[in-house]
């Protein structure tokens, strides 16, 4: 009798595990939802320099790109037209001390959700000719920090995190 008990509860176990397996498989997320952001190991550039953008945070939460000041409500914008067009897409960013960590936050956030754009400014664009290719830019942002400016570089190459960069946007 007792057996007979124990092999009718047997099926009943396995079908509860598998309903509590599908069940956390669905809630479980899937991925993170975090912002991405690597730390730049230096600030040597020992090719190509000229292609280089620098967004620098003061204090007063004044924005420069290289070394054009940009307002905080056209960063989207000024992000999209300079990485339209471009294969790499990589934003060095670097704050002040006394920078909040919203602050800096927020504009990783600005980074990374810039929209490619027409090109066309506010005409519209018909759905015909409209890319299938995603509107994000995939913007990679890399905080660069003073470990990074103070590296090392080699002979050959150029430190732009001491010297500045070479080029203007």
């Known amino acids: 009798?007792?057996?007979r008990i124990l092999y009718n509860a047997v099926p009943r176990v396995f079908l509860l595990l598998v309903l509590i397996l599908l069940v956390t498989y669905r809630?479980?997320?899937?991925?993170?939802?975090g912002l991405r952001v690597?730390?730049?190991?230096?600030?040597?550039?020992?090719q190509d320099a000229a292609r280089i953008m620098m967004l620098d945070v003061s204090a007063n939460d004044e924005?420069?790109?290289n070394s054009e000041p940009v307002e905080k409500g056209t960063l989207a914008r000024r992000?999209?037209?300079?990485?339209?067009?471009?294969n790499e897409r990589v934003l060095y960013l670097?704050?002040?001390?006394n920078v909040s960590f919203q602050g800096?936050?927020?504009?990783?956030?600005?980074?990374?959700?810039?929209?490619?754009?027409?090109?066309?400014?506010?005409?519209?664009?018909?759905?015909?000719?409209?890319?299938?290719?995603?509107?994000?830019l995939g913007i990679e942002v890399r905080l660069t920090?003073?470990?990074a400016v103070n590296a090392a570089c080699s002979e050959d190459c150029y430190n732009w995190g001491k010297h500045g960069v070479l080029n203007a946007p």
């Open 38 to 46: 690597r730390i730049t190991p230096n600030t040597c550039a020992c």
């Open 94 to 97: 670097s704050g002040d001390d």
């Open 104 to 136: 800096i936050v927020d504009i990783i956030e600005t980074g990374q959700e810039s929209k490619r754009g027409s090109g066309l400014g506010d005409l519209p664009v018909p759905e015909a000719l409209r890319s299938p290719v995603a509107d994000n």
């Open 145 to 147: 920090t003073r470990g």
């Open 1 to 3: 009798m007792r057996r």
């Open 27 to 33: 809630v479980w997320p899937k991925h993170s939802s």
């Open 63 to 65: 924005l420069r790109i």
């Open 79 to 86: 992000l999209s037209e300079i990485y339209r067009t471009r």
